[in-house]
């Protein structure tokens, strides 16, 4: 059946990438730190050894720290 794609959303730049892969290592493809951004699918936080699946579109939120 071949592997599919899901994209990845980050403010304004969208990325499409294989599924299959871990969102840390998605993450990293498209060029942003793991640490410094969230992961969110369907408005839920995943962590960053979920596997992506094909279709999902995965957004990025930026990691806010402080106190």
Excluded at 20 to 28: F, L, N, Q, S
């Amino acid at each position: 059946m071949g592997t599919g794609t899901a994209k990845i959303k980050y403010r304004k730049q969208e990325w499409e990438v294989n599924s299959g892969m871990t969102v840390r290592a998605a993450i990293e493809k498209v060029g942003l730190d793991p640490y410094s951004v969230l992961a969110l699918r369907n408005k839920k936080l995943i962590n960053d050894q979920t596997i992506i699946e094909p279709g999902d579109e995965i957004k990025l939120v930026n990691v806010i720290s402080g106190g």
